[in-house]
């Protein structure tokens, strides 16, 4: 029986009773018994908190866990959710539903249930995103709650038992970056998954990468990374681009002068691909910047203009005009 048929026959019981005393005390007594009849199960059933709502379709329970959860009744959430997960027809709703239990699992204090549900949002996401921001969810809450050893620990043993555990790799990877800030180990998580998807043999994985890179430019290990972006350059066009801007920056770093520039112009003669597109403003600042310390004033002149046309924020546009007009003061070469 659902809430609403619940609510009705609890408003028609005083109704019918007054309606039966206008024919006569012999009636009534027969209307007061029945009357008494619904009133107790009405009362049974609002005392078992609604326990047997029933739900046709994982929509109408979807719906149902979302609104318990937003009036901050997990238990009944959760039973909506689990509810919504039998009824699901497509894999995509499963998930779906995970995803939610995640953070009612959390409110509930089970650890345990919060990081299986994580575990089959990761293991059956339909896109990466969904994966990636499920995990971020886990690492905030982890944080929040005080929760950061204990996944850890979770995770870590798993690995111990299956060292090629993708889900665990997948995890750790996440959570060495956005909570432990471990970026060397970070860096052997990415190596691990690497490994694992040339075994499978699972087609190359730019972001993965490019993230590897990352990881040396963090530690600074400029060395390293640059070589990193270049090979990622020669392997992917949408971010070649972007990986000689970085490798620019990281040869810079490292020391290494003639490459950098080398690196520099190669990017600005192909100019921005689709990788270096999501930040428009980054990819002509650094190429501007190292230009400008190099002394090459067309690439400089025209870098800082376009990263002034990018920029969003008061202060990045006051920093790009300062700089082009010593730019514009260079003697030309």
Not at 19 to 36: H, N, P, R, T
Not at 52 to 70: C, G, H, L
Not at 168 to 175: G, H, N, Q, S
Not at 327 to 332: E, S, V
Request: glycine share 4%.
């Amino acid at each position: 029986m659902t809430r609403r048929r619940t609510v009705l026959q609890s408003n028609l019981v005083p109704s019918w009773g007054i309606a039966i005393v206008l024919f006569g005390s012999g009636g009534f007594a027969i209307a007061q018994e029945k009357a008494g009849s619904t009133t107790e199960s009405v009362a049974t059933k609002q005392a078992s908190g609604d326990a047997d709502d029933e739900y046709s379709n994982f929509r109408q329970a979807y719906s149902a866990a979302f609104r318990s959860r937003e009036a901050s009744d997990f238990e009944k959430s959760k039973s909506a959710l689990n509810a919504a997960i039998e009824l699901a027809t497509r894999d995509r709703e499963k998930a779906d539903a995970h995803r939610t239990l995640i953070s009612v699992h959390a409110e509930l204090g089970d650890q345990d249930k919060m990081f299986e549900s994580l575990e089959y949002t990761v293991e059956n996401a339909p896109y990466p995103a969904f994966a990636s921001l499920s995990i971020g969810s886990v690492n905030a809450i982890a944080r929040r709650k005080g929760w950061a050893n204990e996944m850890k620990a979770r995770y870590e043993k798993q690995l111990e038992e299956d060292p090629k555990d993708r889900t665990a790799l997948v995890i750790m990877e996440a959570y060495t970056y956005n909570v432990a800030r471990d970026h060397a180990k970070r860096g052997e998580y990415i190596d691990r998954l690497l490994k694992l998807n040339e075994e499978e043999g699972k087609p190359f994985d730019v972001e993965w990468k490019i993230n590897r890179a990352f990881c040396d430019r963090l530690t600074r290990n400029f060395e390293a990374a640059a070589k990193r972006y270049e090979a990622v350059s020669e392997e992917n066009d949408e971010a070649k681009a972007f990986c000689l801007m970085e490798a620019a920056y990281c040869w810079e770093q490292a020391g290494e002068k003639a490459k950098a520039v080398k690196a520099a112009l190669a990017a600005d003669a192909i100019g921005p691909g689709k990788r270096a597109k999501r930040s428009l403003y980054q990819w002509h600042r650094t190429l501007a910047n190292l230009f400008l310390a190099h002394l090459k004033k067309a690439e400089a002149i025209k870098h800082y203009e376009a990263a002034l046309e990018e920029a969003n924020i008061d202060a990045y546009r006051d920093q790009c005009r300062e700089k082009l007009q010593i730019a514009k003061a260079l003697k030309d070469s």
